[in-house]
């Protein structure tokens, strides 16, 4: 493969690596609130935010988690027949699926922009009592529908290097 795809491949795997090891710890974020929410219910008064600021943090752990379980090849899939494929027909079958997945994040992305956009412009707030603004979690989800896009451009480049009997 040509040097900058090896690159490209390097830059992008570094940055969902680190971002994903980061993201990882975000179980402790979702508990911790969980936990205010139990605690303040038991013996304060019941917290408005919690319940929203929890579902707000497992998005953010999903979507920037993702690509660091593509990453790792940690993605569901049915092994039927996949596991007793060779190395080479796993990538040729790769390369054919991950067209849809490219396309899926596309338009993901597509309008996760769109509505980040409107949310940014008009000050969109969630209908809760607590009314937070919602522009952060959708820039959080713009963020990670793009770096999944990157990986998922990664391990194609990746599965044409299998293919071409290349080691990446």
């Not at 019941?46 to 790792?72: C, D, K, R």
Request: charged letters at 15%.
């Amino acid at each position: 493969m040509p040097p900058f795809v090896n690159g490209y491949i390097r830059f992008v795997d570094a940055v969902n690596y680190r971002v994903g090891r980061a993201v990882m710890y975000g179980i402790f974020v979702m508990v911790a609130i969980l936990l205010w929410s139990s605690i303040s219910k038991a013996f304060f008064l019941p917290s408005l935010w919690t319940l929203e600021a929890a579902q707000f943090a497992m998005v953010a752990y999903y979507i920037l988690g993702g690509p660091y379980s593509i990453q790792l090849d940690a993605n569901v899939r049915m092994d039927l027949f996949y596991g007793s494929w060779s190395v080479r027909k796993k990538a040729w079958f790769d390369v054919f699926t991950i067209f849809f997945l490219i396309f899926f994040l596309g338009v993901l992305l597509y309008g996760a922009y769109d509505s980040t956009s409107y949310a940014i412009q008009y000050g969109e707030r969630s209908p809760s009592a607590w009314r937070p603004y919602m522009w952060p979690i959708k820039v959080v989800m713009c963020i990670g529908f793009s770096l999944m896009l990157l990986q998922a451009v990664s391990e194609l480049l990746k599965d044409i290097a299998r293919i071409r009997g290349e080691d990446i």
